[in-house]
């Protein structure tokens, strides 16, 4: 940066007294030409007292006198002039003088192209010296903007998560209080990972800590530090480090920590590349902490599992504290969080809602009730009603709904009422504890030709037998059209219900232990030092999925007047709520007529033809 800097001042101090010697040489030479009479150049001439005169077809005549004096003028540009001026003793050169103007062209020429040499040789220098010397002072600036006195988040802003904000209290008060701890014997923890799905408040809870603290925030991303050069990303790391010692004490805070942060491949990668200098960095700044610093390092990451194992130790990242998804108590705290600058109507029950946002992360509730405000705003409405918080609802999940439906022929829409009826039908017949909420085959502009919603209870761990009932609901669809419509009628819109089974099936077999043949091996740890057989893995999962399928289609053969049932209404109705579908399991509610021209399968037959 200094030899920047010098370079520029050396190249404008040279400019500058290029133009001043310029302006003085050209201003001296206008001065010294003397402008005289033709009579009087005539008379000095037969005296012998011109000494040369510059011949040229210009209107001006230049010349200069016996005592060195330079004359100018007019050019009578006559026959014999030149013979006379030689009979004279007058030196006559032919062609005009150079010009004062052209001199100083000259020179200026001249101080351009060393100006120039000087530019491309310190060009060339910092290029030649990016690698070792770059100074990362100018790159930093931009990420000082990052840098906030005050988060203006503390505890009371986080919802859910309770285990998570207690596990950083004591944090909190270490750094409010670090001299009760210090006489204690006790080492403030250096750094904190938090991790867990996206969405889920790990940068709004380090935030807090800072704010909770009245703590200066620094606040990056992992990518800031990876740079092509050499030693650059490490210099950053360094810098950052310094300027919060300054401060005293500090929240650093890294998001996405495994974009610097990965696990290192030994001699393959080389001991020279930018990313394990900048992390041998992080590692030796964080270890070069006194006890008494009062700087508290929090990362994030949404994969824990890819950090360099240098990084977890005790004495660097000493804690490890997960950010889940909120359950229902947390989601209804997140709700009410986000409900407090909107003019919510008395009808909605936030209870209710939060029961029936089953995996939705903190980000996610967010945008559930920013949608339903901007639904109400639209309408032109003073509160926020519960329609505009059922509308948010299924537009988070699957889209909002495609308003013109007229391309959508009358065999698709059957095609997709008996696909979602066989989703809904089967999730009230295996898994009757999980919450169909709503049931449409109304398309989405996500791509989705209808939805229907199965929420299962909150619980800590997911049962072998509700994994099993999961692979069941996302094959029924596949399994209502073949039986409705044929194996060689069933389409694509099954596609993310196999991907959905198939991921289930894989865990089971893979990760959990679940599978009959396999045994209770994790055949991800074995796949990683090559003694597994995929073939076995694979001949596994099918068997488990023909099962299912087996078992799935048995199911809905033995219920199709259910399945009939469901269809019929959802032609009629394009949307059913859970309300009406057990009246229409319970036989309470009457048969739909189906709308005129639509065609519908018999009660008692296994296929029914497609119209066209």
């Not at 001199?103 to 060393?114: D, K, N, P, W, Y």
Request: aromatic share 6%.
């Amino acid at each position: 940066m200094r030899r920047k800097k010098l370079v520029i001042l050396i190249t404008a101090v040279l400019l500058v007294a290029t133009v001043v010697a310029c302006a003085y040489f050209y201003s001296q030479s206008a001065k010294s030409i003397e402008s005289i009479t033709y009579l009087d150049f005539a008379d000095m001439a037969a005296d012998g007292d011109v000494k040369v005169i510059y011949l040229s077809d210009s209107p001006s005549l230049e010349g200069e006198l016996a005592d060195g004096t330079r004359f100018v003028t007019e050019n009578p540009r006559s026959e014999g002039f030149k013979e006379s001026m030689l009979v004279l003793g007058v030196k006559v050169e032919e062609g005009q003088r150079n010009s004062a103007f052209v001199s100083a062209l000259r020179m200026l020429m001249i101080f351009g192209i060393l100006i120039f040499s000087v530019w491309a040789i310190s060009k060339l220098m910092n290029k030649g010296t990016a690698s070792g010397h770059k100074d990362p002072a100018d790159k930093l600036s931009a990420m000082q903007c990052e840098t906030v006195k005050d988060a203006g988040v503390v505890f009371e802003d986080v919802a859910g998560n309770q285990e998570a904000k207690e596990s950083v209290k004591d944090i909190v008060d270490f750094l409010k209080n670090p001299e009760k701890y210090a006489r204690m014997g006790a080492r403030m923890p250096r750094g904190m990972i938090f991790y867990g799905p996206p969405g889920t408040g790990k940068t709004l809870l380090a935030k807090a800590v800072a704010g909770e603290a009245g703590v200066p925030y620094f606040a990056f991303s992992g990518s800031d530090f990876v740079q092509v050069y050499v030693g650059v990303g490490a210099a950053r790391i360094r810098d950052v480090f310094k300027k919060a010692r300054d401060l005293g004490r500090c929240v650093i805070f890294f998001d996405e920590i495994d974009a610097l942060g990965k696990k290192r491949e030994g001699a393959l990668s080389g001991g020279n590349d930018e990313r394990s200098q900048t992390l041998n960095a992080l590692l030796t700044e964080m270890s070069g902490f006194n006890s008494n610093e009062g700087i508290i390092v929090i990362a994030a990451t949404n994969r824990l599992d890819v950090l360099d194992e240098a990084l977890l130790r005790p004495g660097r990242f000493d804690r490890q504290v997960e950010i889940g998804l909120p359950d229902i108590n947390g989601r209804l705290e997140i709700l009410k969080i986000h409900s407090r600058n909107k003019p919510v109507s008395q009808d909605i029950d936030m209870k209710s809602l939060a029961q029936q946002t089953v995996f939705f992360s903190g980000a996610q509730l967010e945008s559930l009730m920013n949608e339903a405000a901007i639904l109400a705003a639209k309408r032109g409405s003073k509160l926020v009603e519960k329609s505009d918080i059922d509308k948010a609802y299924y537009t988070v999940i699957a889209g909002a709904e495609k308003k013109d439906r007229s391309a959508i022929s009358r065999s698709d829409r059957e095609i997709t009422a008996y696909h979602e009826a066989g989703h809904a039908l089967v999730t009230k017949l295996v898994a009757p504890e999980n919450r169909v909420t709503k049931v449409t085959i109304i398309p989405s502009t996500k791509g989705v030709g209808g939805f229907s919603v199965s929420l299962p209870p909150d619980r800590m761990y997911r049962r072998k037998k509700e994994m099993e009932s999961s692979i069941k609901i996302a094959l029924a669809g596949r399994i209502a059209e073949e039986i409705i419509f044929g194996r060689e009628n069933v389409t694509t819109g099954a596609s993310n219900d196999i991907q959905k089974a198939t991921q289930i099936v894989m865990a089971l077999v893979r990760q959990l232990g679940m599978g009959d043949s396999t045994g209770m091996l994790n055949y991800d740890m074995l796949f990683q030092n090559g003694v597994a057989n995929q073939e076995q893995i694979v001949e596994e999962c099918r068997t488990f999925m023909d099962r299912f399928y087996r078992e799935t289609s048995h199911l809905l053969v033995e219920n199709k007047y259910l399945l009939d049932r469901i269809a019929r209404t959802l032609l009629a109705e394009e949307s059913i709520d859970e309300e009406c579908l057990d009246s229409i399991l319970s036989g309470e509610r009457s048969q739909a007529s189906v709308p005129a021209g639509e065609s519908i399968a018999e009660e008692g037959g296994e296929k029914s033809a497609v119209i066209a």
